[in-house]
């Protein structure tokens, strides 16, 4: 079982920077692909970026792409999402999930363990 912790979120102005962080427990965290997602009000839960169990593979949505970086550290049993040049639209409760696969994971339904969400307000 993993018990997963996001922590980073907070307000920032358009343009600006923050980085969230997954930590994880179990001792066979590393064995689990890790993703973000992202949950407006009103809106359904969407795929943020996947990172593969050793963090060789990666892959975003297109929303994000070339603003925000997923990486991990399974040393640390840490998941990480820099987000960069963020947007008022990027205004989400952001989770961190982990599914007991090898390979990238995008869709909700294929992840096992789901943490609390922290919340990312950017405003303009």
């Known amino acids: 079982q993993v018990h997963l912790v996001e922590s980073g979120g907070g307000l920032v102005q358009a343009g600006g920077s923050l980085r969230l962080s997954c930590a994880g427990s179990?001792?066979?965290?590393?064995?689990?692909?890790m993703g973000w997602f992202r949950q407006a009000p009103g809106k359904e839960r969407e795929f943020v970026a996947a990172i593969s169990w050793n963090g060789g593979n990666t892959y975003y949505a297109d929303s994000v792409k070339g603003r925000f970086t997923i990486s991990r550290d399974n040393a640390k049993k840490t998941v990480y999402l820099q987000m960069n040049s963020l947007r008022p639209e990027d205004t989400a409760v952001y989770y961190c999930?982990?599914?007991?696969?090898?390979?990238?994971?995008?869709?909700?339904?294929?992840?096992?363990?789901w943490g609390q969400g922290t919340q990312v307000t950017v405003s303009s």
């Open positions: 179990g001792r066979t965290f590393s064995s689990y692909a």
């Open positions: 999930a982990a599914a007991l696969k090898s390979g990238l994971v995008v869709t909700t339904w294929e992840y096992d363990y």
